[in-house]
């Protein structure tokens, strides 16, 4: 069965850090890529981060680059998204997801993380 887990989120204020993590189960780890995604109430979803896990690729949103770096360890098949100066506008429910590559499709999606940011 595939899964998708993810966890590290909360509630914390401006300028904070944290560290979410996705852990795989499944399937083929190398096989994939894992993006992270984004959504606020009344707002479109985004994609903000993604690897691939063949290559350790990566992309970043612009909203975040310089912010946010994600990574990857193949021996737990978990990829992490480390977020730093956080932001009221990073508020949002984050997901990870299984995509063929990072541009998608994406075909499985696990549950989310919410992550709060307070000014």
């Known amino acids: 069965e595939v899964q998708l887990v993810e966890s590290g989120g909360g509630l914390l204020q401006a300028g904070g850090s944290l560290r979410l993590s996705c852990a795989a189960s499944?399937?083929?780890?190398?096989?994939?890529?894992i993006g992270w995604f984004r959504q606020a109430p009344g707002k479109e979803r985004e994609r903000v981060s993604c690897?691939?896990?063949?290559?350790?690729?990566?992309y970043y949103a612009d909203s975040v680059k310089g912010r946010f770096t994600i990574s990857s360890d193949s021996a737990k098949n978990t990829v992490y998204l480390q977020m730093n100066s956080l932001k009221p506008d990073d508020t949002a429910l984050y997901y990870c997801a299984r995509g063929t590559v990072c541009t998608g499709p994406y075909n499985f999606w696990g549950q989310g993380t919410q992550v709060t940011v307070s000014s």
């Open positions: 499944g399937f083929v780890f190398a096989d994939y890529a």
């Open positions: 690897i691939s896990s063949s290559d350790g690729s990566t």
